[in-house]
């Protein structure tokens, strides 16, 4: 429930090449069709995603054949969320140059957010057969591999990655939250070190820093990357969350609501943001404020056995044990541990 780090869930190579896969066309509509894409290119990296795709459109009526155009449209309605759009135009990119790496690779992308992991890795696995050396696919199937818990491939294909590509911080990034996962919390931060010289304003390699830091029980220096990391990224809900834990783990309760409640403002969906909140004013005895937040978890979470144990904590505190006991044993019909212990404790 108390999520700490984010990583790169996906790299995205912002423009796309310019390949024709049919040359065969006319000058004048090729060259034609060229330019809405170079004006598509340049509306994707100021993030304009809808124009973008209206010119990528434009692009393919002019050139119907124009494999690019289709992938650079994938990505843009990718970063728009349309993930179905974005595999049908990558599909059709594919179709058209069957030996188009970055097609394979952005589709893998997709797919990997659909959680639809064994087609990401094929994806990733073609895309490396059609170019050994292109170190974003390494990149890509290691963060499949590292959604499916599979640290060690993940490591050697994020190894491979940087070894074709050194000057890619986010390679270093990922890199280091496996190393996080796998609880070598010193070769996470010499990773996200390595991303910062090359990346100085990587948002992500200052929180996962920070994360690293806090395991290692250096919560003030860990603060220090989050303050950090919101200064780049202020609008961004995860880092103000791991800073309250830091605060936390500080006993510094009331400064850690502070963060807990602008995380929320951010994202009121993340239930563990008021899983969070709800903890800390349990610790400054705001029981009924606490209760309030784990009523908010178990409100998107209806399944999460620790919220019911959370609240029914709370409400012994209140003297509620008939409330208590109702939450501890619906933690207990959800195989919640925590929820049995605390049963046998007050319910007996």
Same mark, same amino acid.
């Given at each position: 429930m108390r999520i700490h780090y984010k990583s790169y869930r996906f790299i995205l190579k912002w423009i796309c090449l310019v390949i024709f896969t049919l040359p065969l066309f006319p000058s004048c509509s090729i060259n034609e069709a060229?330019?809405? @894409?170079?004006? %598509?290119?340049?509306?994707? #990296?100021?993030?304009?995603?809808? *124009?973008?795709?209206? =010119? $990528?459109?434009?692009a393919i009526e002019l050139q119907p054949h124009y494999a690019t155009a289709y992938c650079c449209r994938g990505q843009a309605k990718y970063c728009l969320h349309n993930y179905q759009g974005a595999i049908q135009d990558y599909n059709k990119a594919i179709e058209l140059n069957p030996k188009y790496p970055k097609a394979y690779n952005d589709r893998g992308l997709v797919r990997? @957010?659909?959680?639809?992991?064994?087609?990401?890795?094929?994806? $990733?696995?073609?895309? +490396?057969?059609? =170019?050994?050396?292109?170190?974003?696919? $390494?990149?890509?199937?290691?963060? @499949? *591999?590292n959604n499916l818990k599979d640290y060690q491939s993940a490591t050697n294909d994020y190894n491979q990655a940087i070894k074709l590509n050194p000057d890619e911080a986010s390679f270093y990034v990922n890199r280091g939250l496996t190393k996080s996962w796998l609880k070598d919390f010193p070769g996470a931060i010499e990773d996200c070190n390595k991303a910062i010289d090359i990346s100085p304003n990587l948002a992500n390699a200052y929180?996962?820093?920070?994360?690293?830091?806090?395991? #290692? &029980?250096?919560?003030?220096?860990?603060?220090?990357?989050?303050?950090?990391?919101?200064? #780049?990224?202020?609008?961004?809900?995860?880092?103000?969350?791991?800073?309250g834990l830091a605060k936390d783990n500080l006993l510094d309760y009331s400064e850690a609501i502070k963060d807990y409640s602008k995380a929320i403002g +951010? =994202?009121?969906?993340?239930?563990?943001?008021?899983?969070?909140? &709800? #903890?800390?004013?349990?610790?400054l005895g705001d029981y009924q404020g606490a209760i309030q937040d784990y009523n908010k978890v178990i409100e998107t979470t209806p399944d999460?056995?620790?919220?019911?144990?959370?609240? %029914?904590?709370?409400?012994?505190?209140?003297?509620?044990? *008939?409330?208590?006991?109702?939450?501890?044993?619906?933690? @207990?019909?959800?195989? %919640?541990?925590?929820?049995?212990?605390?049963?046998? *404790?007050y319910c007996q």
């Open positions: 060229e330019q809405f @894409v170079r004006k %598509g290119n340049e509306e994707f #990296l100021q993030k304009k995603y809808a *124009e973008s795709i209206i =010119d $990528y459109t434009k990997n @957010v659909l959680k639809d992991y064994q087609n990401a890795i094929q994806d $990733y696995n073609k895309a +490396i057969d059609i =170019d050994p050396t292109y170190a974003y696919a $390494y990149n890509g199937r290691g963060l @499949v *591999e929180n996962n820093r920070g994360y690293a830091k806090n395991h #290692l &029980g250096n919560y003030r220096g860990a603060i220090q990357d989050y303050d950090k990391a919101i200064e #780049l990224k202020p609008d961004d809900a995860i880092e103000y969350n791991n800073r +951010i =994202d009121s969906g993340m239930d563990a943001f008021n899983n969070n909140r &709800g #903890l800390a004013k349990k610790h999460d056995p620790d919220a019911y144990y959370n609240r %029914g904590l709370a409400k012994i505190k209140i003297k509620d044990k *008939e409330g208590a006991c109702a939450d501890f044993d619906k933690g @207990v019909a959800l195989k %919640g541990s925590n929820a049995i212990e605390a049963k046998r *404790e």
